[in-house]
């Protein structure tokens, strides 16, 4: 009992995130046309996927106690990469696809680097590199445009049922345990797959853990043997490897690249909201990536309610898309608030013994 009581304390963040969206989500499918149906939840899953990748990459110099700011920036170069290269034969586009993830994985290690090797602050770094992806981004692709496999982007952002029926598997007709799990959205398991075979390893590894202590007390860390340099350039790592993730799908789900900086600097800020709503301490040590899923949940639940408020309703002003980013914005800043409020107790409770 006290086991359960400690993990429920211990992820009360995504727990409420979690609630957050089924309520919101809920409410926002009862009012659409096609509301609890496998074809709404795969437009939402495809419209979900980027930011919750990207907010993966962002949960993990946060849990080092650190922000990046590049995150968008990483995400925007790989987008416009992934639109020269993927296409052409089967290995072409497998070999470019690991390439755009690679190309991910490098931005991160360099700012590992330069936050490790440089001792600098990872918001002035990450915000120097930043600026340096999105030039070299808008380089490769000035103007939006590109071509990405469309078989891939159309097996990407659908049902798993049309993966066997674009590539010619099962002529004989498709097997019967498949039927009950075609309906799936392969956003869906591309997430799974994410989580299952890159952070879950990572999370219970040594490096992991040792992440977790450099962001919950980098000298305590230090003084018990943890390396911690080892640990930052892991975590940056990583999340250039998660950015690279985004790109590459953003890619694939639009058939496209786009260097926009608006439109990265645009994810890199909800990136850092959906970190914070799904329970990831800004100050480090605490959190993870499931909760960060949770948390680009509720974000996105909260765009797809304004989409079904009727506009002749007492609430009708809401359906104005000029208005929505203000709702939006007074939500996050809600959101953080909220998070930010049970860091100022926990100080005011140890001032008291001073």
């Not at 490897?241 to 496209?256: D, E, K, M, N």
């Not at 786009?258 to 040590?285: C, E, H, K, R, W």
């Not at 959190?287 to 996105?300: D, K, S």
């Not at 002749?312 to 800043?333: C, T, Y």
Request: charged content about 10%; hydrophobic content about 50%; proline content about 5%.
């Amino acid at each position: 009992m006290k086991d359960l009581k400690l993990r429920l304390s211990q992820n009360i963040g995504p727990i409420l995130a979690l609630i957050l969206f089924l309520i919101l989500y809920i409410f926002y499918s009862s009012l659409h046309p096609r509301g609890f149906t496998s074809d709404l939840f795969v437009q939402n899953s495809n419209e979900a996927l980027t930011l919750i990748l990207l907010g993966m990459a962002q949960t993990m110099p946060v849990l080092l106690g650190g922000i990046d700011l590049s995150v968008g920036p990483l995400m925007t170069l790989v987008n416009s990469l992934a639109s020269h290269i993927v296409s052409g034969s089967a290995v072409q586009i497998i070999a470019a696809m690991f390439a755009c993830v690679a190309v991910g994985a490098l931005g991160g290690f360099i700012n590992g680097l330069i936050v490790v090797y440089g001792r600098l602050q990872p918001i002035v770094v990450t915000l120097a590199t930043g600026a340096v992806f999105s030039g070299i981004a808008l380089f490769l692709r000035p103007t939006p445009g590109g071509t990405v496999d469309p078989d891939l982007n159309w097996v990407a952002t659908n049902a798993l049922a049309e993966l066997p029926g674009t590539y010619g598997w099962w002529p004989n007709g498709t097997p019967a345990w498949f039927e009950f799990i075609q309906g799936v959205p392969m956003p869906v398991i591309i997430l799974l797959v994410v989580v299952l075979v890159i952070w879950v390893p990572f999370r219970r590894s040594e490096t992991g853990r040792a992440c977790y202590a450099v962001g919950s007390n980098e000298a305590a860390a230090y003084m018990s043997g943890v390396k911690i340099e080892r640990a930052k350039l892991a975590a940056y790592t990583l999340g250039g490897l998660f950015a690279g993730l985004a790109g590459l799908y953003f890619a694939i789900q639009t058939g496209s690249g786009n260097a926009d900086p608006i439109q990265a600097g645009t994810y890199t800020l909800n990136s850092i909201a959906a970190v914070v709503i799904g329970g990831t301490s800004l100050f480090g040590g605490s959190g993870g990536v499931i909760g960060t899923i949770f948390g680009v949940a509720v974000l996105r639940s909260i765009t797809f309610c304004f989409r079904v408020v009727d506009s002749d309703s007492a609430i009708g002003f809401l359906a104005n898309p000029l208005l929505q980013p203000m709702f939006e914005g007074l939500i996050l800043l809600l959101a953080v608030s909220i998070g930010a409020a049970g860091i100022f107790r926990m100080k005011n409770r140890l001032s008291i013994f001073r």
